[in-house]
């Protein structure tokens, strides 16, 4: 178990399902001021359960199920105000010395302390207490079964086919899945909207995931009979698909995942016209084509590996089609290199744990030195994650093209032994991320910031405007900026867009890619990816840089916080409260203000009233006269375009300052 004594300002605790032996609850779950949420279920904990744990002024949820507290619950009388929800279920607690005061949610089910003196009280009981109904009540219905595929129609209790599916909610404005209040409000906007009647819709199991989105299964019934039409199921997914359904805001983003509906025959069911039929069918039918495509390709990849792996160790671009013939020789590549796989096995010690810098689904990655003492971060892609040789072969010619000091560049690549490596410039200090949290000992004071601020967006306007053809980055954020030896920021990770194929799902998508809390609201609703979406991801950074704060710090959205404490009038725009710490006290905050309002255009809702990524760039290099930077001035003239390719000139340049 941790020590967290003295991280005052910490306010949500998770550590749930933990391999810690078992142990007494900490003492320090008593004295962190800030605490608002414990939840360590299935934690380990036993012995009696702290009471000076409830008294902390801001504890909203103490969830602490699954561990094996004993003894007598006792809360005390000094409880936090804001207390809502505490759940002790499934522990071996054998008495209980009730609060008044408390009116909240208490949960003592299966607990000794409920065979005996509790029994029959709310808080031995789930369905009282907790489990309002989420949604339209089927408990009228009485102990009814209906046939598989079918379910309960709330509004009459017959049984009919619905068409369903999982509602996945990227970043709710709340963590407490008890609330049925949300639920039933979340239920009446699904049949308003979606023009159904109270009763059609039935909302079940809403649980958070293992990437803490917020799932809900929706089950919607038809008016009456059995079966909807293809029309109106076709509707349906289209308003839930494209995103013209919207939700109660506290639900924030969603995403829809339908099941497919059981027609009751393959030629159209209840009076839909051949059309729609036909629409479904080809769906389907390209959705199956597609995969056996990506399957014939997969295997005839596999069998031409394995029949050419000799010449192909001799001969590595001898060959990139996947389908079986050679598809257009070697890579054109500009200033990256090919590497055998077994000189960078080498050079990373057989990839060993040790030099192991980052991980992700994707893969791992590794730092190494290259023969000529190169220091190069390797990024190894993991057996699922690979792509086609062709979709390899586009992506290294891509990436080699580009040149700029603020992105990170690609030395070279390995396409060879069923591997697919892609070896890049080893970038010091680390990401602005782990800057931010102080976590390598680097204090970025307000200068730094803004000189990091301007390097990235010099970076992404040249992927914009000046790469060819240009290129979206799709996942801006403080961990894919790096921070070099003199701390000059660097962007990583671009160019890796793909088309997902999901055969598990049976349909084709173009996923939505992106990390939570820095995804543009149009692109999630529309698809349609812009250069403005980088825009909007960028200005999330730009937050990040002011706060030091995640984006998404304890369901909290650094976007909606900024904007609800900005106040023109105030010290520091309003922001003194959440602003970080450590740049507070910066006697200079030059163009403070600007950097606010900038990154308040950034993240506009409205793509088009976001400012392009060039106009940033310009601000940028104005704050940084203005802030009479030693450096900075020669930063701003080598502009994005100076960069591109011009080695020599920045060369110059370098020996002039
Ligand atoms: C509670 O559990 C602890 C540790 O398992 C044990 O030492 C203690 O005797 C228990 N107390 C009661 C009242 O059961
Ligand atoms: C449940 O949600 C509603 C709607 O947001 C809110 O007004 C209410 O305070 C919440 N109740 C609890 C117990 O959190
Ligand atoms: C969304 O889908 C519905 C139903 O298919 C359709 O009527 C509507 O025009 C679509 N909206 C957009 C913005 O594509």
Request: glycine share 8%; aromatic share 8%.
């Amino acid at each position: 178990m941790p020590d967290l004594t003295g991280m005052n300002s910490l306010n949500y605790l998770d550590l749930s399902n933990n391999t810690f032996d078992a142990s007494e609850a900490p003492t320090w779950f008593s004295t962190i001021p800030s605490l608002a949420v414990i939840v360590m279920e299935s934690g380990g904990l036993q012995g009696k359960i702290p009471q000076a744990m409830f008294s902390l002024s801001g504890l909203e949820q103490v969830l602490l199920n699954n561990n094996a507290f004993n003894d007598t619950l006792d809360m005390g009388n000094s409880i936090s105000s804001q207390l809502q929800i505490v759940n002790f279920q499934n522990n071996s607690i054998s008495k209980v010395t009730l609060t008044p005061s408390y009116k909240e949610t208490l949960i003592l089910v299966d607990n000794p302390v409920c065979n005996g003196q509790l029994a029959n009280t709310i808080y031995c009981s789930l369905q009282q207490q907790t489990i309002t109904p989420y949604s339209t009540n089927i408990s009228q219905c009485g102990p009814k079964a209906c046939p598989q595929d079918q379910s309960l129609r709330p509004k009459d209790c017959d049984c009919a086919y619905p068409y369903q599916g999982i509602l996945v909610f990227r970043a709710p404005f709340f963590r407490d899945v008890t609330n049925a209040t949300l639920f039933q409000q979340l239920e009446t906007s699904l049949w308003t909207k979606l023009d159904l009647a109270p009763g059609l819709v039935y909302l079940d199991n809403p649980s958070f995931n293992n990437d803490n989105y917020l799932q809900v299964t929706l089950k919607l019934f038809p008016s009456t009979g059995m079966y909807f039409d293809r029309a109106e199921v076709l509707k349906i997914a289209g308003y839930l698909s494209n995103q013209t359904f919207k939700p109660p805001p506290v639900f924030g983003p969603y995403i829809f995942i339908g099941s497919l509906y059981p027609f009751p025959d393959g030629n159209g069911g209840g009076g839909s016209s051949m059309s729609t039929g036909a629409i479904v069918g080809i769906t389907i039918g390209c959705a199956l084509l597609i995969i056996g495509l990506v399957l014939v390709g997969i295997y005839a990849f596999k069998q031409k590996k394995r029949a050419e792996k000799a010449m192909e160790l001799s001969k590595p671009f001898a060959s990139w089609g996947s389908t079986g013939k050679d598809m257009g020789g070697a890579p054109q590549l500009k200033g990256s290199r090919w590497f055998s796989f077994d000189e960078l096995r080498t050079c990373t010690n057989n990839f060993s744990e040790a030099n192991e810098i980052g991980s992700g689904g994707f893969g791992n990655v590794y730092r190494g030195m290259l023969l000529d003492g190169q220091v190069v971060a390797i990024k190894r892609s993991a057996q699922g994650s690979m792509q086609g040789g062709l979709e390899f072969k586009t992506e290294i010619e891509l990436l080699s093209r580009v040149h700029h000091k603020n992105l990170v560049s690609l030395v070279g690549f390995c396409f060879e032994q069923g591997e697919q490596l892609l070896v890049y410039e080893f970038v010091p200090n680390g990401t602005l991320r782990d800057s931010l949290r102080g976590k390598n000992g680097i204090q970025l004071d307000w200068k730094r910031r803004l000189r990091i601020a301007a390097g990235s967006a010099r970076g992404l306007a040249y992927l914009h405007e000046l790469a060819n053809p240009p290129i979206i980055h799709r996942d801006i954020k403080s961990t894919n900026i790096l921070l070099d030896e003199q701390l000059n920021a660097k962007v990583a990770d671009f160019g890796l867009s793909k088309l997902v194929a999901d055969a598990q799902k049976g349909h084709v998508s173009t996923q939505v890619k992106g990390t939570l809390g820095y995804l543009d609201p149009e692109y999630y609703m529309t698809q349609q990816l812009t250069e403005k979406s980088d825009v909007y991801s960028f200005g999330v950074v730009m937050l990040e840089l002011i706060t030091a704060k995640q984006p998404i710090d304890k369901g909290k959205y650094i976007v909606r916080e900024v904007r609800m404490a900005m106040d023109e009038n105030e010290e520091c725009y309003g922001l003194k409260q959440i602003m970080d710490p450590v740049i507070q006290n910066n006697p200079n905050l030059t163009g403070f203000k600007r950097i606010v309002e900038l990154a308040m255009q950034c993240v506009e809702e409205t793509a088009a009233d976001r400012p392009a990524m060039n106009d940033l760039v310009k601000e940028f290099e104005l704050m940084l006269q203005d802030s009479g930077g030693s450096n900075s001035n020669s930063n701003s003239a080598a502009s994005s375009a100076t960069d591109f390719g011009k080695r020599k000139a920045l060369l110059m340049f370098t020996v002039k300052q």
